[in-house]
């Protein structure tokens, strides 16, 4: 989380627009953060998508002519879609489409979150991204959930209810049992670099 995923998605669809090529973006139902109907950063950037609880349900959502002009679909979390390892292999194999799948890999309890590493073994290209430990600065590939039922993972959220945090941080934060106040803590003593 807070690795500019969102905002790096964005400005990708940006070019490619720019170059010529229709490019479709698609988000999940389930994340009705800051617009329904446009995918935003965390910063505020923002462009349309389609909204959609199954990506298979795309090409009848914005039509099928729309459908057929596509050259690239853009996808933001992507590990909200159940559908997503057979319908961007269906997509690129059958269709020809140039498929971005932006998401986390893992979960706050650092488990496969969603489908998202199915798509490893096909993928022509993989990219990590990494945000910077809200509490010491180094790279981060964790979450940390700050707020609310720890067994609940798929939740969509901000800053409010995540931190992104290095392994020592991540461990150190959940062998305390005081996730929440801890790495808030961290955050708000100025600690980040």
């Given at each position: 989380?807070?690795?500019?995923?969102?905002t790096?998605l964005l400005?990708r669809?940006?070019t490619?627009?720019?170059e010529?090529?229709?490019?479709?973006?698609?988000?999940p139902?389930?994340?009705?953060?800051?617009d329904?109907?446009s995918i935003v950063?965390?910063n505020q950037?923002?462009?349309?998508?389609?909204?959609?609880?199954?990506l298979?349900d795309?090409?009848?959502a914005?039509g099928?002519e729309?459908w057929?002009?596509?050259d690239?679909v853009?996808?933001?979390?992507?590990?909200f879609?159940?559908?997503?390892?057979?319908?961007?292999?269906?997509?690129?194999?059958?269709?020809?489409?140039?498929v971005?799948?932006?998401g986390?890999?893992g979960?706050?309890?650092r488990r496969?979150?969603g489908e998202?590493?199915?798509?490893?073994a096909?993928?022509?290209?993989?990219e990590?991204l990494?945000?910077?430990?809200?509490?010491c600065?180094?790279?981060?590939?964790h979450?940390v959930?700050l707020?609310?039922?720890?067994?609940?993972?798929?939740?969509?959220?901000?800053?409010?209810?995540y931190?992104?945090?290095?392994?020592?941080?991540?461990?150190?934060?959940?062998?305390?049992?005081?996730i929440?106040?801890?790495?808030?803590?961290?955050?708000?003593e100025?600690?980040?670099v």
């Amino acid at each position: 989380m807070f690795a500019g995923k969102t905002t790096h998605l964005l400005k990708r669809v940006q070019t490619l627009r720019s170059e010529g090529l229709m490019v479709e973006l698609v988000k999940p139902s389930v994340d009705d953060r800051y617009d329904l109907n446009s995918i935003v950063s965390h910063n505020q950037m923002k462009l349309p998508a389609t909204v959609v609880d199954m990506l298979a349900d795309v090409p009848e959502a914005i039509g099928p002519e729309r459908w057929k002009r596509a050259d690239v679909v853009g996808i933001d979390e992507g590990q909200f879609f159940p559908d997503l390892e057979a319908t961007v292999r269906d997509w690129v194999d059958k269709h020809d489409k140039h498929v971005l799948v932006y998401g986390l890999k893992g979960s706050h309890t650092r488990r496969a979150f969603g489908e998202m590493h199915k798509l490893l073994a096909n993928a022509d290209k993989f990219e990590m991204l990494e945000a910077k430990c809200k509490c010491c600065g180094a790279p981060a590939p964790h979450s940390v959930k700050l707020e609310g039922d720890q067994r609940v993972v798929e939740k969509v959220g901000g800053k409010e209810m995540y931190a992104a945090v290095c392994r020592y941080h991540y461990n150190m934060l959940k062998s305390s049992g005081t996730i929440s106040s801890q790495a808030n803590q961290a955050g708000q003593e100025g600690s980040v670099v």
